[in-house]
C-alpha cells in the first residue's frame, strides 16, 4: 500500500489562494541509472565527455523521484491559458527536458541542436500523432496538442534510445518534480480535487502482470493555507501477483 503524508499549514492571510507542495519519493531500494550505449552514431557517442544515463527511473541519494508529473483533477479553469512556447531540445542525442507537462493550446517547439538526423515521432493517441524527419540546420517543429491527453511520448527512430514524455491539460495546476522530488502548484482555487502523480516507469507497468495501487490521492483545499503533500511509490516487487 501506498503511504500517503498530508499536512497542513496556515500561513499568511495576504496569500489570494492556496498551493499544494512536496516531495515524491520510491519505496524500493535506490537503483543507479545504466549508461546509455550510443556508439551507433559517432556523432552523438563524442557527444559527451562522461557516459549519460538512462533517465527513466531517476533518483537521489534520499530515493527521491526526479520527472514525476503531479497533476489536479476535477478542476475547471476559466482564464486564458499560456502562450508562451515550450522547448524540447535534442542536444547530444538525448532530448531535453526529458518530462514535459504543457497546456492546451500551448505552442511547442522542438529544436535539433546536434549535427546529425533525428526524427521526431509522436505516440499521442488523443490528438493527432505526427512523425516528422528533422535534419541537421533545419528550422524547430512547431506543434500545438489541441486536447487534454495523459502522459504519451515521443521518439527518434533513428537513435532509439532517446524519449520524451509529454502531457498536455486543459488547466495550469500542474508541475513535474526536480531532482531532489519536489514539486509545488500554485493558485489553487477553493475545492475538492484529485492529486495525480505519474512516474515513466512505474506508471506504465503491465496490468495483467502487477497489481497496481492508485496513484492517485484526495485534497479538499481551502483559501490561503499552504498544503504539504508527500507521496511514496511502492517497489513493483511489493505488489506483484
Known sequence: MFKIFVFILSISSYLLSSSIE?????????????????DSDPICG????????????????????????????NIAFKD????EPLTIDQLGCMYS?????????QSILIKNSD????????????????????????????????????????????HPWM?????????????????NGYYKIDNIPEGNYEVVFWQEKLSNLPAKKFNLPSNTLEV???????????FKFQSPAEYKK
Request: hydrophobic share 35%.
Open 22 to 38: 512536496g516531495t515524491v519519493s520510491y519505496g524500493g531500494s535506490n537503483k543507479k541509472p545504466k549508461n546509455l550505449s550510443m
Open 46 to 73: 563524442t557527444s559527451h565527455s562522461i557516459p549519460p544515463k538512462n533517465e527513466n527511473f531517476i533518483l537521489n541519494e534520499d530515493n527521491n523521484f526526479k520527472n514525476v508529473i503531479v497533476w489536479l483533477t
Open 80 to 83: 486564458d491559458l499560456t502562450s
Open 97 to 105: 527536458p526529458h518530462v514535459n507537462a504543457l497546456t492546451v493550446g
Open 115 to 158: 549535427q546529425t538526423l533525428h526524427n521526431v515521432n509522436s505516440q499521442s493517441k488523443v490528438n493527432d500523432s505526427f512523425n516528422s524527419a528533422q535534419p541537421a540546420g533545419v528550422p524547430d517543429i512547431k506543434k500545438i496538442f489541441t486536447e487534454p491527453e495523459a502522459p504519451f511520448y515521443i521518439k527518434c527512430d533513428v
Open 163 to 179: 524519449k520524451a514524455w509529454i502531457m498536455v491539460a486543459d488547466h495550469p495546476y500542474f508541475a513535474v518534480t526536480d531532482e
Open 220 to 230: 479538499t483545499v481551502s483559501d490561503s493555507e499552504r498544503y504539504l503533500v508527500d
